[in-house]
């Protein structure tokens, strides 16, 4: 069990990092292919978001040039046989956020079912 808890986590933690990454955030195609079909999201502004408009409004305006996003405090915990919760500190360009995610394992492999961000001055 330890074993499949372990690379549980470490998937979705390979996979969260990836969609913080400058060349997947710029994709409609890897980024949908790393988020499920149901995923939603509360922003830190407090906007409610599909997966469809997430992916929209991130992938169409790419900044080559923007700072790329610093995590810390990585942590997860397997909840249930394919179900992964992370919890992380995001820093992009001095603005911090609690980040809460949670993974859900299908045929597809591991992808983003939610996501909440909460803006943070620690």
Known sequence: MACEQDDSIQAAIAGEIRL???????????????????FTEIGASGRLWDRISLITSISQDPDPSEAPIAVSDMAGRLLAPGIVHLTYVSDHNGRRVRRSSIWR????????????GTLSAH
């Open 105 to 116: 394992h299908s045929e597809q492999g591991w992808r983003l079912y939610f996501h909440q």
């Open 20 to 38: 913080l990454d400058r060349e997947v955030r710029s994709s409609a195609v890897l980024m949908g292919e790393l988020m499920d079909p149901e």
